[in-house]
């Protein structure tokens, strides 16, 4: 994987390229849950990897 180099404080783009995803899935699936914890920086929502990473583990299904 590539070295992304990203900021402490992701943007929307920074977030859905960091988890793979389309900017409007992204919007869809992840950033309309009440339950992914962002930072706001005035009326921009910001996100650390970190809560990106713990979302996606709290919504994985388990299949067994």
């Known amino acids: 994987m ?4 990203l900021p402490f404080l992701l943007t ?7 988890l793979g ?3 409007k899935s992204f919007d869809k699936y992840i950033r309309s849950s009440d339950k992914l914890k962002r930072f706001m ?3 921009h929502e910001r996100y ?3 809560e990106l990473e713990n979302f996606i583990l709290e ?4 299949w067994e």
């Open 41 to 43: 920086v005035g009326k």
């Open 59 to 62: 919504q994985s299904i388990n």
């Open 48 to 50: 650390t990897i970190k």
């Open 21 to 23: 995803v389309d900017p």
């Open 12 to 18: 929307r783009e920074q977030a859905s390229k960091f």
């Open 2 to 5: 590539e070295d992304l180099k």
